[in-house]
C-alpha cells in the first residue's frame, strides 16, 4: 500500500522548472489547486522525456479524437515559473501519462524513487489532472528550461564547464 496517494484533480496550474545555476540546477514539477500547493522532485532527463512524450501524447489524442480543438501551447514565462513554497513531496521515479476521454484531462503520474531496501508497493503516487492546454503550456516551458543549461561538447556531447571541461574524445585535453 502507498504511504500515500494526491489527486490534484482538477490542477488550477502546472508547471515544472529549475532553481540554481546551469550545472547545478534542480528540476521540479509543479501544480496548484486552491491554496495547495503540490511539488515533486524530478531530474532534467525526465522532464526532457515528459516534455518530448506530452508532445507526442497529444498528437496521438488529436489523432484519435480530431474533433478536439488544438491545445494551445502559449505561455508566458512569469507564469510558468515554480513558486515559493518549493518543498518537495519526494523525488519522483516514474513518470507517466493517461487521458480521461469523457473529462477531456491528461493525467501527469508521478510515483516517488525508494531505495532498493523498501517496498515498491508503498511508492508515494500523486496524480496531476490538467487540461490539455496546461500539459502543453509545461511541456513547452520545460523543454525551453532543459535546454538552457550548460554547453555541449561537439566533440563528446558531455556538458561544459565555463573553464572548459575534460574532454575524453581528446584524450583528457581540455576542451
Known amino acids: 500500500m502507498p504511504r500515500f496517494e494526491i489527486d490534484v484533480d482538477p490542477c488550477d496550474h502546472i508547471t515544472a ?28 532527463a525526465q522532464l526532457q522525456s515528459l516534455a518530448i512524450g506530452i508532445e507526442q501524447f497529444l498528437s496521438q489524442i488529436s489523432q484519435q479524437n480530431p474533433n478536439l ?30 487521458y480521461d476521454k469523457d473529462r477531456d484531462r491528461v493525467v501527469v503520474f508521478t ?24 500539459v502543453r503550456k509545461m511541456a513547452r516551458w520545460g523543454a525551453d528550461v532543459a535546454g538552457r543549461g550548460r554547453p555541449v561538447c561537439v566533440q563528446c556531447g558531455q556538458p561544459m564547464e565555463a573553464d572548459g571541461h575534460f574532454c575524453p574524445k581528446k584524450n583528457g585535453h581540455l576542451a
Open 69 to 98: 480543438e488544438e491545445a494551445s501551447g502559449d505561455f508566458s514565462e512569469e507564469h510558468m515559473r515554480i513558486h515559493p513554497p518549493v518543498d518537495p513531496l519526494f523525488r519522483a521515479g516514474e513518470i507517466g501519462l493517461a
Open 111 to 134: 510515483k516517488e524513487l525508494l531505495t532498493e531496501e523498501e517496498d515498491p508497493d508503498s511508492a508515494a503516487q500523486i496524480r496531476f489532472w490538467a487540461s490539455r492546454g496546461q
Open 17 to 44: 522548472d529549475a532553481i540554481g545555476a546551469p550545472g547545478q540546477r534542480v528540476f521540479y514539477l509543479q501544480a496548484y489547486q486552491d491554496e495547495r500547493t503540490i511539488t515533486v522532485l524530478i531530474e532534467k
